[in-house]
């Protein structure tokens, strides 16, 4: 229950709380890790027509140390570790199987959010959002969405040469 956790909470303390995923997909050193892609939605300008784009690549977000159930350490249950592409990873191979797992997800959410007037167009304005969306996998490769982030943080070429956003972003503006 939640009233029992904050209980267990001490009032100066720093939580991460997400859905428990029983047996993570793990990479091949055993790291528990989160997958966090880009999403490009645009609304013409009567107000009603949307088009939803994501880009086939994203970030694998690795934890430090490796996994195990019974650790509840940041280091192993937190994936904050930011540096591979999915598409590109060696040490996990699952993107191929997952990523249509996502972007199915992503258009689902998004054809009920305008569906339910909760998105909603402004009519004589183009408009676009860039955004990003955070997913983890399971060992059996079904997905759960951890969150949306609606000011992603994009990478720029010239810091981060081998894990940038210059490309994402070239294609989506072409």
């Known amino acids: 229950k939640p009233s029992e956790c904050l ?4 009032p100066d303390g720093h939580y991460v709380v997400q859905q428990h995923i029983a047996e993570p997909s793990l990479t091949d050193d055993g790291r528990k890790c989160h997958m966090k892609f880009y999403i490009l939605l645009t609304c013409e300008d009567d107000g009603n027509r949307w088009s939803l784009y994501t880009y086939s690549d994203g970030y694998l977000s690795i ?9 509840i350490s940041a280091e192993t249950q937190v994936t904050i570790v930011r540096s591979e592409r999915c598409a590109t990873a060696q040490a996990w191979k699952a993107w191929p199987q997952v990523y249509p797992k996502c972007r199915d997800a992503i258009v689902n959410i ?3 959010a305008v569906g339910d ?24 490769s079904r997905v759960w969405l951890l969150e949306f982030n609606m000011t992603p943080v994009l990478r720029d070429e010239s810091e981060v040469p081998h894990a940038h956003d210059a490309e994402m972003v070239r294609s989506a503006l072409s």
């Open 7 to 10: 209980a267990l909470a001490a």
């Open 117 to 140: 007037r909760k998105l909603e167009g402004r009519v004589g304005q183009r408009q676009f959002e860039i955004f990003s969306a955070d997913f983890i996998a399971d060992a059996a």
């Open 63 to 71: 934890s430090p140390s490796v996994w195990h159930p019974d650790d």
């Open 110 to 112: 998004i054809r009920k």
